[in-house]
């Protein structure tokens, strides 16, 4: 099955790198026009010109997701495409440390970036498609808002806040031809886990039925599925794409 997005317009946000960045290039390889955000447009400048050199439509937008003005920004971004009708919520941070020693900005900076400014930015993209009537909302979760985990609780109730934003927001507007989905990767190859021994690697490795680390591709792939036509009856899932390390 090959996907076509020809006339879509999508918005990927923490597209600089990683998952954000192999999302950006795969829905540009659908001929969908993708516009790249992150803080700065100089930072998607590679994202953007991967794309220009694969011979699709992208364009680098300044956005910052945590920032007061991120709704002004999302009305300019729909000023200037005239629409978007495929929104990727993947920006996000992490702020670990154990719950007992956690300083509330931590808290307050992880849930504001990974949740509140994905509210803002979502209900500004989402008035849109609803008049369009036509729109794929995916948000990029994790398994650990399913699963938790130790010195993660900031991050994982952020997520998890994420997949119940997710359930609710899908039964409020699919009569509308609006889907929204989330997807909970596991443990994924990025410059993170680059940076780990090797044996803590192997240990992470066996906790996974699948013996190996996702790819950013693993999770591209499925965010291009849910953003097309044929998964237009899908709506309200959250994609566990972890390699078994959840069940």
């Known amino acids: 099955m090959k996907i076509h997005l020809a006339g879509k317009h999508a918005l990927v946000t923490g597209a ?7 999302i950006a290039l795969r829905l540009a390889e659908t001929g969908a026009k993708v516009y790249c955000a992150a803080r700065s447009e100089e930072s998607v400048k590679a994202t953007v010109d991967a794309i220009r050199s694969a011979g699709g439509e992208g364009e680098a937008f300044a956005l910052d997701i945590a920032a007061s003005d991120v709704r002004d920004r999302a009305k300019q971004l729909i000023e200037t495409a005239g629409h978007i009708d495929i929104l990727i919520n993947n920006a996000g941070i992490t702020h670990d440390d154990l719950f007992i020693r956690m300083k509330p900005e931590a808290w307050d900076n992880v849930i504001q970036t990974n949740l509140t400014g994905m509210f803002h930015l979502t209900q500004e993209i989402v008035k849109k498609m609803i008049r369009l009537r036509w729109g794929r909302v995916v948000n990029i979760s994790s398994v650990v808002g399913l699963m938790g985990n130790p010195g993660q609780v900031n991050y994982a109730a952020s997520k998890a806040g994420i997949i119940g934003f997710t359930k609710a927001l899908a039964l409020e507007i699919g009569s509308r031809n609006v889907t929204v989905n989330a997807i909970a990767p596991g443990f994924i190859q ?9 044996d803590a690697k192997k240990g992470l490795e066996e906790r996974i039925a699948m013996k190996r680390l996702g790819t950013v591709d693993d999770i591209a792939y499925s965010a291009v599925f849910l953003s097309s036509e044929e998964a237009g009856y899908i709506t309200g899932t959250v994609l566990n794409v972890s390699g078994g390390l959840y069940t």
């Open 16 to 22: 600089s790198r990683g998952i954000g960045a192999a």
């Open 190 to 198: 990025t410059q993170m886990t680059e940076a780990m021994t090797d």
